[in-house]
């Protein structure tokens, strides 16, 4: 079974541009959670969702916004770009964020560097 | 708030010795705790677990114990082997299933 997709594997953007990154959850697997990880850091969380429903935001500002679609599939979006949005953003799947206890499955991420 | 602290930032062991991971956690309500292995270039791989109602897993070489009282969790690698050279995290997760990540661990395992 496929794991945790998340595409494009790399990105160059310059600042103050717009960008859009995609994740599939494993198969099943209805939530979806986004981290951002700095390099020499742990994963930061940013958005979690469930049933196309935003359950729970981290620390980050209005810049950034996510959706997940009916096929349970998300996007995280990110305007304004600056330097320090430079990172690793992660994709994880749970079947179900209500039950805490839930594992989540982590993708390869998706590079992102702001020039 | 929440958060999670995690030592050592670096750990060197020989081939064969033991390698052990702390981690505190500080939300009392967090009930999960999953351990994490990150290799270069790819994203967090979830290597074990454990839950609050238990106070040690074991997985073949890996084992995680959990002190609920004083909000501390280990892990422990025995018979380290140089392909478990990687970065380990470990987390907490809130009853909102948040994950709280420690800073990471970076375990070198020397032939």
């Known amino acids: 079974d496929a794991g945790v997709t998340q595409s494009p594997t790399h990105l160059i953007k310059t600042r103050g541009q717009q960008v859009t990154l995609r994740c599939s959850p494993i198969s099943g697997h209805k939530s979806v959670s986004w981290y951002q990880q700095v390099l020499g850091q742990g994963p930061q969380f940013i958005f979690q969702?469930?049933?196309?429903?935003?359950?729970g935001r981290g620390n980050f500002p209005d810049r950034f916004s996510a959706r997940q679609f009916p096929n349970y599939s998300s996007e995280l979006n990110v305007n304004a770009l600056l330097l320090g949005d430079s990172a690793l953003y992660l994709c994880a799947s749970s079947l179900n964020p209500g039950d805490s206890n839930q594992p989540q499955h982590f993708g390869d991420g998706t590079r992102l560097s702001i020039l | 708030g929440e958060n999670v602290e995690q030592h050592p930032s670096t750990l060197s062991v020989q081939e064969g010795d033991s390698a052990v991971i702390k981690c505190t956690y500080s939300d009392s309500a967090s009930n999960y705790f999953p351990w994490y292995k990150q290799e270069l270039g790819k994203g967090p791989q979830l290597i074990i677990d454990?839950?609050?109602?238990?106070g040690e897993k074991k997985d073949q070489r890996i084992a995680v114990t959990l002190n609920k009282t004083a909000k501390h969790f280990s892990l422990h690698i025995t018979e380290t082997q140089p392909e478990d050279s990687a970065v380990y995290f470990c987390?907490?997760?809130?009853?909102?299933?948040?994950?709280?990540f420690g800073q990471g661990t970076t375990l070198q395992v020397k032939p």
């Open positions: 969702y469930y049933e196309k429903e935003e359950r």
């Open positions: 987390a907490a997760v809130s009853n909102t299933g948040k994950l709280i």
């Open positions: 454990i839950r609050s109602n238990v």
